[in-house]
């Protein structure tokens, strides 16, 4: 099992609107991929800025590819994307040695 993980951070106002925004987009394109096997949403306010941390599990690479495209060490991003984010982060693999 792979674990993907994304950084992205907005301003603490936005924050609602933003997770409402991140269910409608990515969150639902990864739910639709045959080989996701979950997604973890955590959230974070820190100051004026709000920080989400997506962590979604899929059984290969070749899934989450799928949802990427080949170059899947690259986040992918939305067009209002730009509106709320404060930064565009990269994302992570790691692999699941254990789970409970």
């Known amino acids: 099992m792979i ?5 992205g951070v907005v301003p603490r106002e936005k924050s609602e609107e933003y997770y ?4 409608k987009t990515g969150i639902a394109d990864y ?5 996701n096997l979950g997604i973890q949403i955590l959230k974070k306010d820190y100051h004026s800025e709000t920080h989400f941390l997506v962590i979604s599990f899929w059984i ?5 590819k799928e949802f990427t495209g080949e170059n899947y060490n690259v986040a992918r991003y939305y067009k209002k994307d730009k509106h709320y984010l404060s930064t ?13």
């Not at 674990?3 to 950084?7: K, P, V």
């Not at 290969?60 to 989450?64: E, L, P, V």
Request: charged share 20%; net charge positive.
């Open 31 to 35: 739910a639709k991929i045959k080989g």
């Open 20 to 23: 409402n925004y991140l269910k």
């Open 60 to 64: 290969s690479i070749q899934a989450i």
């Open 88 to 100: 565009f982060e990269p994302v992570h693999h790691y692999e699941v040695l254990m789970q409970t």
């Open 3 to 7: 674990a993907r993980t994304w950084h």
